[in-house]
Antibody, heavy 122, light 107 residues
């Protein structure tokens, strides 16, 4: 059974940093693209970032470029999101997701974790 | 950037058919995916590539896509289908795009 368990969320001041982690199990982690998707309180889903199987390719939504960094450790079967220069509008539940990527055709999120809440407030 | 438009809400009586639309410019040329999200839970993929269902998703859930509109159809609606539903596509210029979501209410 595919399991994705996020951790690392919490309360942080504007301008601060936070590192999210996602522990994967139940599948060959190194064989899949992985993603972070977020959801602000009472709002819809927003894609944040993707990372290729070997970590060589990384893609971000414009609003987090230069502030967030997605990474992975295939030996530890873990996905990370380093978030710097946090803003109030980054407040959201952050979901780790396993991505299906069909090059130049489509992408979709096959499995999701339960999410971790990040609150940016003074 | 590519935009997906969903109605904010859809209401249906138990046993009836619910249709949730997702509008986008020439969306019929893209693969559309649908997610169900119940309150306090993570999203779940219910339809991918316009009309395919992941294992474990009931046949009551089906999808179609043509022209400027994709549709998620839920037949024989049950109380347990009450949730938010999101459509999603991949666009070469926008990457991953979600619709704004539709709240399905079972009357």
């Amino acid at each position: 059974e595919v399991q994705l368990v996020e951790s690392g969320g919490g309360l942080v001041q504007p301008g601060g940093s936070l590192r999210l982690s996602c522990a994967a199990s139940g599948f060959t982690f190194s064989g899949y693209w992985m993603s972070w998707v977020r959801q602000a309180p009472g709002k819809g889903l927003e894609w944040v970032a993707n990372i290729m199987q070997d970590g060589g390719g990384k893609f971000y939504v414009d609003s987090v470029k230069g502030r967030f960094t997605i990474s992975r450790d295939n030996a530890k079967k873990s996905l990370y999101l380093q978030m710097n220069s946090l803003r109030a509008e980054d407040t959201a539940v952050y979901y780790c997701a396993r991505l299906v990527n069909v090059p130049t055709a489509t992408e979709y999120f096959q499995h999701w974790g339960q999410g971790t809440l990040v609150t940016v407030s003074s | 950037s590519y935009v997906l438009t969903q109605p904010p809400s859809v209401s249906v009586a138990p046993g009836q058919t619910a249709r949730i639309t997702c509008g986008g410019n020439n969306i019929g040329s893209k693969s559309v995916h649908w997610y169900q999200q119940k309150p306090g839970q993570a999203p779940v993929l219910v339809v991918y590539d316009d009309s395919d269902r992941p294992s474990g998703i009931p046949e009551r859930f089906s999808g179609s896509n043509s022209g400027n509109t994709a549709t998620l159809t839920i037949s024989w609606v049950e109380a347990g289908d009450e949730a938010d539903y999101y459509c999603q596509v991949w666009d070469s210029s926008s990457d991953v795009v979600f619709g704004g979501g539709t709240k399905l209410t079972v009357l």
